[in-house]
Each structure stands twice: as C-alpha cells, then as structure tokens.
C-alpha cells in the first residue's frame, strides 16, 4: 500500500541558482497528485527531492522536511539507495537498460539487491509487467527482445514495471507521457488508475488535461514557489490565486 508524504518548507539549490522557496504540501497515500506548471519552475526538482535524486547533482543541495510514511527522509539514519527502493521514479524519457532482454530489464533492481531465486524472479517479472498492462504484448519475447527493441508506449510501460518489481510505496512520475502518441498516453493514463490503488503516485505534467483526467489533487507551482494546493475540481474550476486562474486559462506558461 502507498505512504502519505509530507513536505515542510522545501529549498532547493543548484549551485548558486535557488530552484525551489519554502514549499509545503501533503500528497494524500493512494491517490494521485499532479504537479503542473509552466517550464523551469521547479517541478522536476521537486520530485527529485522525494527521492534524494535531486543530491545526485553535485553542486545540489536542500534545506526543509519530507517524511515519507512518517520518516523523515533527509534524516541521519536514511538510506538514500533504500529510500529510492521505497520511492520508485520513472522518467521523462524512457531508459530501459538496451542491452538487456525485457526480462532482465525488470528484473535488474531485484538482481541488485541480492534476488537470485529463479521462481522468484518469474514471478516478480510476470507480476509487474501485468501490473504495468504489458505482459500479454511481451509475454512470449521476454529473453529473446531487448528492451530497447519495443515501441516508445511500451519502453515507457516497461520502465514502470521496473520500477514497481521492487515493490516501492511511492512511485514518483516526470512527464512519462509527454514524448508518446494519444494512445500510449491513454494506456498510461490508465495505469496511473490502477497504479493508485496500491501505490502513492506524483506525476509532474505539462498536459493540464492529463491533470484534470488522473489526479485528485493538484499542485501549481511558478518561478520555484507552491502557488496553490487543492483538489484538482477545485484548482481547474475556482482556483483562489489569481495566477494559477491566468495559467489554467492559457494566459501565461
């Protein structure tokens, strides 16, 4: 099951430049919540924040709270590989590992942390590719095809079911549909319906639509600060700032 995450006052700096300003937010466990603004105002560095990935640059740093399930992630005693494990992060672009079957791409995060039972491994793999809705397309090429080989719809589906192998509570989305065709976007529009039963989901999206159509909760962020937080009926039909109602309605972004 999902975790609730709670962020408190959240800075974050590359080098000299401040990407984000004090931001604050509970994303609901087992819902979905959007993260939408227009280019450059911070919202990929905020989810890379949830996952410490943001410290993975390093001239990056931040300042503030995250407690995921009630742990404080930017603790003394955390983790950071661990946390990742917890907190699973499917990119932009998809990047299944090429020189890997379709298989092994799923597999790859259990082999790391020591899974070497054959049984075990089958059923991991066959459980996420059905949990990402790819099984039944890659079923009988699952050694034979590398990852690489799919169309960009499944790569992306793969990575997700790579990420959900580990057996994550949080699974944290950049974009994962803004490179695809309106029919691999609704498949994965679809899965991000599923995908919440289970799992506590963040997706930053340029697609105000996409938004409206997956999240109950939605996030405006501009120049780096929380603009407004609310339902997302809410923040699409009577939001209460009056920048979130200019960029919702296309005079600015």
């Known amino acids: 099951m999902g975790v609730g995450i709670e962020v408190g006052q959240l800075s974050a700096w ?5 990407a984000l300003f004090g931001v604050s937010l509970n994303a609901a466990a087992n819902h979905a919540t959007a993260i939408i603004g227009p280019s450059g105002c911070g919202k990929s560095t905020f989810i890379r924040c949830l ?19 009630g742990q404080e992630i930017y603790g003394s005693g955390t983790n950071p590989v661990e946390l990742r494990r917890r907190v699973g992060m499917v990119f932009q672009k998809a990047n299944p590992f090429p020189t890997m079957s379709i298989y092994d791409n799923v597999a790859a995060g259990l082999k790391l942390n020591g899974v070497r039972n054959r049984r075990r491994l089958d059923e991991v793999v066959e459980r996420s590719l059905r949990s990402a809705a790819l099984w039944d397309e890659v079923k009988d090429s699952l050694k034979k095809k590398s990852g690489a080989s799919l169309s960009g719809g499944q790569q992306q589906r793969l990575c997700i079911a790579r990420a959900l192998a580990v ?62 937080f609310d339902q997302t009926q809410k923040i699409f039909t009577n939001p209460s700032d009056k920048q979130t109602e200019d960029y919702i309605t296309g005079r600015f972004g």
Not at 14 to 18: A, K
Not at 51 to 69: F, K, P, S, Y
């Open 51 to 69: 996952n410490r990935m943001h410290e993975t640059n390093l001239e990056a740093r931040v300042e503030g709270q995250v407690r995921i399930g």
């Open 167 to 228: 057996e994550p509570e949080v699974l944290l989305m950049d974009e994962p549909a803004s490179a695809l065709d309106p029919i691999a976007t609704a498949k994965i529009e679809d899965l991000i319906f599923e995908l919440k039963q289970r799992y506590t989901v963040v997706i930053v999206t340029h697609n105000m639509q996409q938004a409206a159509r997956v999240a109950e909760f939605t996030a405006f962020f501009l120049m780096g600060r929380l603009i407004e």
């Open 14 to 18: 590359f080098g000299r430049t401040q």
